[in-house]
């Protein structure tokens, strides 16, 4: 053949320039090659959700299951870098999903966790239970619904008559109006009073407070992966205390890490997770109604019931670094991503 004769002169007839030249690109081959059986995940992610996330033991597991992770250039064009498989972000601003939505529009092979417009939807406390509430899921193994809620976006003074045009029930859990994932977008009130009620900081949402025997559940999705584990919480409020309290109660984030309740001696009836088929069934229809694969929903049982349930909080891209086992969980979802039909890249 042609293409043999052409490549049949003896090695004494390059000099070393040549000689290294074809190094170069027999060792550029060889690493295209070896990228073709790789799952390339390009990361767009905060400093601190880097380190929460991409812990060592992760890394390492991915790595031997023939993952890489890819740190994204956010000083570079979005479609100069990779190729990508797959692209994990977390990151806010408007430019910054302009660039995901153009990136999703001239790179439709690529997957985006998760689409910037439905994650949209979960930085607005207004928007987040919405979907839960226009679900009414109900069924043999209980019921699920939304705390009911007011959105209250200026002018403090007004709040008391709100409220009670309204119809709440005091006490209620005041939240800021935008769940941004920063530590202030954490924080809760507790208003005892219809009169402290002008002492909070509009815009925000107001939620009437279950008693729930002070632990919720913290339901983690990864796709269709479920792990759930106990948090405690506020403590249930008699109407013995809030006849004798008065005020505005402010917490800092309420569920972390330190307040795990799943070693904690319980009383079985608050302590009992949710039944399972529950849970997949609300996370089926979550992840369809969401338009989301990464996130974890907040969970409480209605004090005196076995199966009455709200969800009062939903998260993307939460702390997985806090959920046990996150690691086997998250690299086997990448993987699938890829190995049920999501198309791979061609080099």
């Known amino acids: 053949m042609r293409l043999k004769e052409e490549y049949s002169h003896n090695v004494d007839d390059y000099d070393d320039e040549d000689s290294e030249t074809m190094s170069q690109i027999s060792v550029g081959a060889l ?31 991915a790595r031997n299951k023939g993952i890489l992770f890819v740190a994204i250039d956010q000083n570079r064009p979005l479609s100069d870098q990779g190729p990508f498989d797959i692209v994990l972000h977390k990151l806010t601003g408007k430019e910054w999903r302009q660039i995901l939505e153009e990136y999703r529009r001239t790179h439709p092979e690529v997957t985006v966790l998760d689409p910037p417009d439905a994650i949209q939807h979960l930085h607005n406390r207004q928007s987040m239970l919405q979907c839960v509430a226009d679900m009414n899921l109900s069924d043999s193994y209980g019921k699920v619904g939304v705390p009911r809620q007011l959105v209250i976006k200026r002018d403090a003074s007004s709040i008391p008559d709100a409220v009670a045009k309204a119809g709440l029930t005091l006490p209620l859990v005041a939240k800021p109006l935008v769940a941004d994932g920063s530590a202030k ?14 002492k909070l900081e509009p815009p925000l949402v107001l939620q009437e407070f279950v008693n729930h025997g002070g632990v919720l559940f913290k339901v983690y999705i990864v796709g269709e992966a479920i792990k759930v584990v106990r948090r405690f919480s506020l403590p249930d409020v008699t109407k013995r205390e809030l006849s004798k309290n008065a005020g505005v109660f402010r917490f800092p984030r309420v569920s972390c890490a330190a307040a795990s309740a799943d070693d904690a001696d319980l009383d079985p009836s608050v302590a009992e997770l949710p039944p399972r088929p529950l849970l997949e069934r609300l996370a089926k229809e979550l992840r369809r109604g ?29 702390g997985y670094g806090k959920m046990p086992g996150y690691e086997h969980i998250f690299t086997d979802f990448l993987l699938s991503l890829v190995q049920s039909g999501y198309k791979k890249r061609s080099c």
């Not at 990228?35 to 880097?50: D, R």
């Not at 977008?185 to 002008?198: C, G, N, P, R, T």
Request: charged share 20%.
């Open 31 to 61: 690493q295209q090659q070896q990228l073709k059986n790789v799952v390339v995940v390009g990361y767009a992610l905060t400093s601190k959700k880097i380190k929460s996330f991409l812990q060592p033991k992760l890394e390492g597991l």
């Open 185 to 198: 977008s954490h924080e809760l009130s507790l208003a005892y009073d219809q009169y402290s009620l002008q």
């Open 290 to 318: 969401l338009g989301l694969r990464l996130f974890n929903l907040d969970i409480i049982r209605e004090h005196g019931t076995r199966d009455h349930f709200y969800v009062i909080d939903i998260n993307y891209f939460p």
